[in-house]
């Protein structure tokens, strides 16, 4: 298990909310995108904290600039 950060700050007005995910692509490779906190509540302005882990037996290689989750309105 690693911990990243995203690049991107999310920022919500405060009549918006969302989940922060991670993508089917990679989750279908092993990797699992944990946020601590998946719920985004409104009026947030923060880069998000994520767990990542490869339960599996193969190694992922992961590159700054990787689109590993997505948010979810």
């Given amino acids: 298990m690693v ?3 995203t ?3 999310i920022a919500l007005a405060d009549t918006i909310s969302g ?3 991670g993508r089917s692509r990679f989750a279908r490779s092993g990797l699992a995108v944990q946020v601590t906190a998946g ?3 409104p009026g947030i ?3 998000q904290v994520l767990e990542i882990v490869n339960p599996g037996y193969a190694p992922l290689a992961l590159y700054p600039g ?3 989750c997505q948010f979810i309105f």
Avoid: P, Q, V
């Fill in 39 to 41: 719920f985004m509540h």
């Fill in 19 to 21: 989940r922060l995910e």
């Fill in 7 to 9: 690049k991107e700050k």
């Fill in 45 to 47: 302005s923060n880069h």
């Fill in 3 to 5: 911990l990243g950060i």
């Fill in 66 to 68: 990787t689109r590993i």
